[in-house]
């Protein structure tokens, strides 16, 4: 098991591509980093780099305590899992999760009955190879829970259990680290989920090194230890799951974390009396004490509300004075119900406010509210975000704190 260390590496592709762009990345040894972010943002080019499957424009890979850079791909000791499981299907599972074991014996041909007299003492260190290869299989089947399917071909098997060998082969080569590429998004959605949760599970059983590629926010949050979220081929932000939803340091980490997305409202910060409010085309809304103090400096610039879904709570709309009714520390915005998306223990509702803004609320089932509905819609303003309304969009409560940041190298 090693580190995985990627200092300012870039990949620029023939033509043009700027896919990777100055990346720093320290991932420790027994870490689990998910690299998330949109398509086309540069996470499996990271992940094919590190593998030696690209070759860096610059920059510099280590793992444990190699420079890899100029080594191919079968000297970096890793093992990697890919969305398509691409098994040997004229193989049993119990083979093709030994082959590239099988493929790197020292003792490969003394096995035979010949060499047990020529040469018994490589027979007997063939025999222990083989022994040894065994057991890692079967110890691997057992983690994943597939000792009874060692004997069937791929056809045989659902695309769940692939996927499992697939993982077990990675799992048989104990390597320094494990590369998995969006493993689970040729799964239904069920069996994602389970098999996400074995991930995690075997994870901290073996406890390698494990860099795992994602779109998918949930899956990011619910396996890294860390994540570490893309765009335009860079790291926006590395830090904790919780961390990173937070305190996301600007508006696109803020956007691509947490689901439904989190609400974004421009408007200006307005000095009114001894308050700070937000105003924009959705209301008004009075900053709680602590953004009061920490924007003040801010007073008559043009800003971003964030407002996660579950901030936002929307109740019949009270006759008269809207502020009237809300609890300590929530601003009011009134709104019409446009959609109500009941999900089981939860609902979500879709409200545009007088000014034509769109939020979506998320609450416990059992809402009373309709759609066409008016409402007002309370928001929690203690837990809502600022952000610049320039493109890079920084978190205006968080400046030059990144949590989690990775360190320079
Ligand atoms: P992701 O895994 O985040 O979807 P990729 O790493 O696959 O993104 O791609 C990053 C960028 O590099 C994209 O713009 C993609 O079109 C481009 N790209 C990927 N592979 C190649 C290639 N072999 N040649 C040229 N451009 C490529």
Known sequence: MGEVI??????????????VDGLDLAVGEG?????????????????????????????????????????????????????????YPHLTVARNMAFSLMLRRRYAGWGNPLARLV??????????????????????????GMQELLRR???????????????????????????????????????????????KAVHRKVQTTTIYVTHDQEEAMTLGDRVAVMQAGRIQQCGTPLAVYRAPVNRFVAGFIGMPPMNFLEGRL????????????????ALCPEHQRRLSASEGQTVVLGIRPDAAHPVPASAG????????????????????????????????????????????????????QTVDVWVDMTRVHFFAADTGGRNLLAPGAMPGAMPKL
């Open 6 to 19: 990627l200092d300012n590496v870039t990949k620029i592709y023939p033509g043009g591509v700027r896919a």
């Open 153 to 199: 071909r791929p056809q045989a098997l659902s695309g769940g259990q692939r996927q499992r060998v697939a993982v077990g082969r990675a799992l048989v080569r104990r390597p320094q680290a494990f590369l998995l590429d969006e493993p689970l998004s040729n799964l239904d959605a069920r069996l994602r989920l389970e098999l996400r949760a074995e991930l």
């Open 119 to 144: 040469a018994p003492a490589r027979f007997r260190a063939a025999c222990a190879e083989r022994a040894e290869i065994e057991a890692r299989v079967r110890s691997a089947a057992e983690l994943l």
């Open 321 to 372: 004075d809207i502020r009237r009714a809300a609890p300590e520390g929530h601003g009011v915005l009134r709104a019409t119900v446009w959609a109500v998306e009941a999900l089981g223990d939860r609902v979500d509702t879709h409200v545009q406010t007088t000014g034509h803004e769109r939020l979506v609320c998320r609450t416990a089932a059992g809402e009373p509210v309709t759609a066409g």
């Open 270 to 285: 307005i000095q009114r009396g001894s308050a700070l409010l937000f105003g924009g085309e959705g209301g008004e809304l």
């Open 31 to 87: 870490e689990f980093v998910v690299l998330v972010g949109p398509s086309g943002c540069g996470k499996s080019t990271t992940l094919r780099l590190i593998a030696g499957l690209e070759d860096l424009t610059s920059g510099t890979i280590r793992i444990g305590p190699r420079i890899v850079n100029d080594l191919p791909p079968r000297d970096r000791d890793l093992a990697i899992v890919f969305q398509n499981y691409a098994l």
